[in-house]
């Protein structure tokens, strides 16, 4: 199975993802032109991209546990996913600046900073930023891969931000967006290094 899976990941090529990418979103806006998304199709649309940019986050995160742990090599996927949860992190927060809030910059900025749902994601927003501006070769070989890397740690952050802002948009408490939020933790986890244990007194290598 790993095997197959890693076969399957070598023959898919990157511009695949962005080919399907703009696909959920025209779906979204079909859905709304036929009055399918309920009394409130911009809440709806809002919510669908912010849970489609949380999914990426936590599918690129999940791929260097699945070298690790399972085996499984996904690594030339991470910068394509990454890339398209910033596009969708983008679409969700334009769809709350233009079609929810309708350009009231004052009412924006008050909500940003009296609503902690709203700082929170917005703090997660702009830690992605550079990470999106520097995902490119040109960024790593001006940086160093050091930098680059250290640089890039702060998508760590930045995803725990995201599921805690999608657990309290709920307002109550979901088992859906808990899940979610487990998940990122036990991902985060999974990356730590945990330090080797010291030798017991008097213990003899084998």
Do not use: C
């Amino acid at each position: 199975m790993r095997n197959a899976i890693n076969s399957f990941a070598r023959r898919v090529p990157n511009w695949a993802f962005y080919a399907l990418a703009p696909l959920p979103v025209a779906w979204l806006f079909f859905q709304a032109a036929r009055g399918s998304l309920g009394v409130d199709p911009v809440k709806v649309i809002e919510h669908e991209l912010g849970l489609i940019a949380l999914q990426l986050l936590i599918a690129g995160l999940a791929i260097t546990p699945l070298r690790r742990f399972a085996g499984i090599n996904l690594i030339k996927w991470r910068r394509p996913i990454g890339l398209l949860a910033f596009v969708y992190v983008i679409l969700h927060l334009a769809t709350w600046v233009l079609l929810d809030m309708q350009l009231y910059w004052d009412q924006m900025l008050k909500d940003i900073y009296k609503r902690p749902y709203i700082t929170i994601g917005m703090v997660g927003f702009v830690l992605l930023v550079p990470l999106a501006i520097t995902s490119n070769n040109r960024s790593l070989r001006r940086m160093g891969a050091a930098a680059w890397q250290k640089l890039h740690k702060l998508v760590y952050p930045a995803i725990l931000l995201g599921a805690v802002h999608f657990v309290m948009v709920q307002k109550v408490w979901e088992v859906e967006a808990l899940s979610y939020l487990a998940i990122t933790l036990g991902l985060l986890a999974a990356r730590l290094k945990l330090p080797r244990r010291a030798p017991a007194p008097g213990a003899t290598r084998a």
